[in-house]
């Protein structure tokens, strides 16, 4: 199955970038993954890591990127809680590389975020909707009426909504609680809500742990893993920029290779077991996808893009297409180039 979604993912974006052209950055010269003989473009890098992006783990862990810059730049690691964290971190520039659901990174930019998505690190499975373990519902229609936990601003929430219009719903036959992730968990364990639209690791955590249970999962109503940088540092810091892209490329090889210790870097800084963690990268979570931004990004946020409007989130349909046709900038995992650290 991954090869044949790394095969359709491939085809896609060549079939678009040759016949369309309507990708920013297409025809741009591969930005500089090296420092000019003046050094690097900047004396510090701040990038983001999270939980639900085992490939900035990765990167942390191994330090490549401390190693490739020296003392030259320092790398100030920033964690993201969830989507919704890393696009205000972005926004208020306290980060310049941040890891986001895609659908958070279309809501940021409709809204007028300066960012561009630079890489692809995964195509996960990883939001469900859950009730408690010994919850009485066992459908989405029966959440009418219900609190359903959710956070805001981040792909389950946006889960949640395209699973209500699936089953008849909107938002107008539910209460959302909005809550950081970790307290959806909380909130649900503690029998606060009667339901929670959740993220992994920690869904799969509740459910392994027999406090939750899961009504609905849909892979199609995930959106792709997004790395996204700033517009300020893409322009002015291009090799920074590629530099980054070339260290996830080289953690998804090391992932693909070593995925009991990708497993064990989770387990450890997501606080969770080792089976779990193990669970979660082999079975909600899909490393190997083309990482080039392209149409099959596209296509899976033309038809989330509505769904932000008819909810309020985003004023109108104007901005989401003005968004999707800015959002990608495919250039530096065009020239992705592993082997450079």
């Not at 009667?194 to 992994?200: K, N, R």
């Amino acid at each position: 199955m991954k090869k044949s979604i790394l095969a359709a993912a491939a085809a896609a974006v060549a079939a678009t970038l040759a016949l369309t052209g309507c990708v920013s950055g297409e025809g741009t010269p591969a930005a500089a993954d090296k420092p000019s003989e003046e050094g690097w473009s900047g004396t510090t890098l701040n990038i983001d890591f999270a939980t639900y992006n085992p490939l900035s783990l990765i990167i942390k862990d191994q330090g490549w990127l401390e190693e490739a810059l020296g003392d030259d730049v320092t790398v100030n690691w920033v964690q993201s809680a969830g989507s919704n964290k890393a696009n205000e971190a972005l926004r208020a520039g306290a980060i310049d590389v941040g890891s986001t659901a895609g659908s958070a990174a279309l809501l940021a930019r409709s809204n007028g975020s300066p960012i561009q998505v630079i890489d692809i690190y995964s195509q996960p499975n990883w939001a469900a909707i859950l009730v408690p373990a010994g919850s009485s519902i066992s459908s989405v229609e029966e959440l009418k009426g219900k609190h359903i936990a959710a956070t805001k601003g981040t792909d389950p929430y946006f889960f949640l909504l395209q699973t209500l219009e699936e089953h008849g719903l909107t938002l107008d036959d539910v209460v959302v609680e909005n809550l950081q992730h970790a307290d959806g968990k909380a909130a649900i364990e503690a029998g606060a809500v009667d339901a929670w639209s959740g993220l992994d690791p920690l869904l799969s955590t509740s459910v392994a742990n027999g406090a939750s249970k899961i009504i609905y999962d849909n892979i199609d109503f995930n959106s792709y893993g997004f790395l996204n940088a700033t517009e300020d540092f893409i322009t002015n810091h291009a090799d920074l920029a590629q530099l980054v892209v070339n260290a996830y490329e080289k953690a998804r090889a090391w992932a693909v290779e070593n995925p009991e210790e990708t497993a064990e870097i989770l387990a450890e800084v997501a606080g969770i077991d080792i089976a779990i963690a193990t669970a979660v990268i082999a079975d909600r979570t899909n490393l190997e996808v083309d990482p080039i931004p392209g149409q099959a990004q596209l296509d899976v946020l033309a038809i989330i893009g509505p769904v932000f409007v008819e909810s309020g989130d985003v004023a109108n349909q104007d901005a989401i297409d003005d968004a999707l046709a800015s959002l990608l900038e495919p250039k530096f995992a065009k020239a992705a180039d592993p082997s450079a650290l």
